[in-house]
């Protein structure tokens, strides 16, 4: 093998790599080392701000295959004809711990993918569950930061979560799946991903349907329990990271087939429920699962953190087919998310490789930091111009339609809206066996166990209420755990 020689950021040779420049063998170190002065300053520089949310994770690139036919509902070019294919990336994550902390911490998992369209590239990010803990993305920085840390002592705080959950009964849902085995995934591969919010398909006769994407794992879900995963958490923190790297090492390639649930117009203004509630699900037995595809992950990126750590995502970054919903946390996504990435990675993070469409970009963005003009050298950067020839695709066009209203308020996301118990209790019941049910009322037992403070039997009390209106045998089980009598006046808020 050839070598090459050592050299600086700007290509500089040098060779005194190891020792700093001196006067005499100890004497102090001169100021004009830039040696030394560039290999410092850029290792304290090597970071750049964690995830809000989402920081600790793992990331695979793969291919994305389609395997039935949806053109029907989308002219999405990946979707044109069975066969289509493109590269993609994904990133799964814990939620809400920071990016040292444990990989089978009881919490929602990141499910996030970007295809690299020949349209665009498209992210879908979602979670491993299909419903989410709110409705409305104004009351997102207040749910967070009850899963993080107490101010004042820096510590997590069951309080903290239960007092939120407790006055925010639309939470009910993700809390019976979190308190589940589903809470401790045994890894990411042997998970389901869901885009979770309800988004919408437009064919090429400008036809709209609302749509649910579910990515069902061909590994099989494989769940931690509590137990194991608290003595997991201890023995190997980085678990999930380390099961991706190594099944992709040794050849066996994870997989997930992709499947949409279809919803017309029509039939959403029919709904029992909200269609674009993300705390409720379409039943399956209404609204079919069809296959689309399969995802495969079949490459470890050389450097985790230029492709994981600086990877982006968006569920603005929408291709022509597939567009958004009315759901409320869709539509604050659509914000919070680039703008996140903006503050987190800069105003050309999507120059970055991981986050690169490989096809044509063309546009009048310029400058702001870490600007590569590789792409746009020296054309314009004003529309319209004399001078490039860049054109607007008037096949490109959004989607126009009328709304149902033309008032502006604040609505209350609850009103005519609020059945927070009917689908927590078929969960319960009906998606649930016995070991999953009792390992469920143990989790949440445990969990509950840990509120404390004078606020402590008021917080206990009045989340018992949601499991009673949910289910009363759960709730009667839940209490019984926590030694506390049930007396009429709960039974009664229950019903």
């Known amino acids: 093998m050839d070598s090459k020689k050592l050299t600086t950021g700007s290509g500089v040779p040098y060779y005194e790599h190891q020792d700093s420049q001196t006067v005499g063998a100890r004497g102090p170190v001169l100021l004009q080392d830039f040696i030394l002065q560039e290999n410092l300053a850029h290792f304290v520089r090597e970071r750049i701000p964690e995830r809000v949310v989402h920081a600790k994770g793992t990331g695979a690139y793969g291919t994305f295959t389609v395997t039935n036919d949806i053109s029907q509902y989308t002219k999405a070019k990946l979707f044109s004809k069975v066969g289509n294919s493109c590269r993609m990336f994904a990133r799964f994550s814990t939620v809400g711990g920071e990016k040292g902390s444990a990989d089978t911490a009881r919490d929602p998992r990141g499910f996030a993918l ?85 988004f919408s398909m437009i064919n090429d006769k400008n036809e709209r349907v609302w749509v649910k994407f579910h990515f069902k794992t061909k590994q099989g879900i494989k769940n931690f329990s509590n137990e194991d995963a608290v003595k997991m958490a201890g023995e190997n923190p980085d678990f999930a990271q380390e099961d991706l790297c190594n099944a992709i090492d040794n050849g066996d390639f994870p997989k997930w087939i992709m499947y949409i649930q279809v919803m017309t117009e029509e ?45 982006t995502f968006s569920p603005s970054n929408l291709v022509n087919g597939i567009s958004f919903s009315p759901d409320k946390m869709l539509q604050g996504r659509l914000f919070s998310y680039p703008d996140a990435h903006r503050y987190r990675v800069g105003v050309n993070a999507h120059q970055l490789e991981v986050n690169r469409c490989p096809f044509a970009i063309n546009n009048y963005q310029r400058d702001g930091f870490m600007a590569d003009s590789g792409e746009y050298k020296d054309k314009p950067n004003y529309h319209p111009n004399s001078f490039d020839d860049i054109v607007p695709d008037s096949s490109y066009k959004n989607y126009e339609y009328e709304l149902d209203s033309n008032h502006v308020a604040n609505f209350n996301r609850n009103e005519n809206d609020d059945d927070h118990y009917t689908q927590p209790g078929l969960l ?54 926590l030694s506390i009598n049930i007396d009429a006046n709960m039974m009664n808020h229950s019903k």
Not at 116 to 135: A, H, M, Q, R, S
Not at 461 to 479: D, P, T, Y
């Open 114 to 198: 970007k295809f690299y369209t020949e349209d665009g590239n498209w992210d879908l990010v979602g979670n491993n569950t299909p419903v989410f803990f709110i409705k409305d993305a104004k009351k997102f920085p207040d749910f967070i930061h009850t899963q993080k840390r107490v101010p004042r002592t820096n510590l997590k705080s069951a309080t903290m979560m239960w007092d939120f959950w407790s006055l925010n009964p639309e939470s009910l849902h993700q809390v019976l799946i979190l308190m589940s085995d589903r809470g401790t995934p045994y890894g990411y591969r042997h998970m389901h991903g869901f885009g979770s919010h309800t």
């Open 428 to 481: 319960y019941t009906k998606a649930m066996n016995q070991e999953a049910r009792d390992h469920l009322v143990n989790n949440i037992i445990d969990s509950m166990s840990g509120i404390d403070g004078p606020k402590r039997n008021e917080i206990i009390n009045r989340q018992l209420c949601h499991f009673f209106r949910a289910n009363i045998e759960l709730g009667m089980k839940i209490a019984s755990g």
């Open 267 to 311: 039939q959403a203004k029919e709904f029992r429920w909200n269609p674009f509630d993300i705390t409720k699900v379409w039943f399956q037995g209404d609204f079919p699962l069809i296959e689309v595809g399969e995802m495969e992950l079949n490459q470890i990126p050389v450097n985790y953190f230029a492709h994981v750590e600086q990877s």
